[in-house]
């Protein structure tokens, strides 16, 4: 699976984003796909995945009321909508797949290229 991050920017504390994953290579719809960031200094984390059939969300508990990860198949494209950021959400943020959720979490199989994402006070 080849994976293409994209959405990134810079954006005051309180502002929105919405990054993208286009993916190709692979029948889509069998991935679970997630995104991963990784601060300045700092290691990389987890942020949200979703299972395919986009049933399955799991995000980590900094982000949970303000990102949704989504997915459309028909694009084979995954999404992460960032709300109400926050400097503590610089990071390079990554997007990654698997077979699942759990499987994400781990330590993913397929990685893209990061995006910027830059949050102002």
């Known amino acids: 699976v080849q994976l293409q991050a994209s959405g990134g920017g810079a954006v005051q504390s309180g502002g929105s984003l919405r990054l993208s994953c286009a993916a190709s290579?692979?029948?889509?719809?069998?991935?679970?796909m997630g995104w991963f960031r990784q601060a300045p200094g700092k290691e990389r984390e987890f942020v949200a995945a979703?299972?395919?059939?986009?049933?399955?969300?799991v995000y980590t508990d900094s982000v949970k009321g303000r990102f949704t990860i989504s997915r459309d198949d028909a694009k084979n494209t995954e999404y992460l909508q960032m709300n109400s950021l926050e400097p503590e959400d610089t990071a390079v943020y990554y997007c990654?797949?698997?077979?699942?959720?759990?499987?994400?979490?781990?330590?993913?199989?397929?990685w893209g290229q990061g995006t910027l994402v830059t949050v102002s006070s």
């Open positions: 290579g692979r029948t889509f719809s069998n991935y679970a």
């Open positions: 990654a797949a698997d077979l699942s959720t759990a499987r994400i979490q781990r330590g993913p199989s397929y």
């Open positions: 979703i299972g395919a059939g986009g049933l399955a969300r």
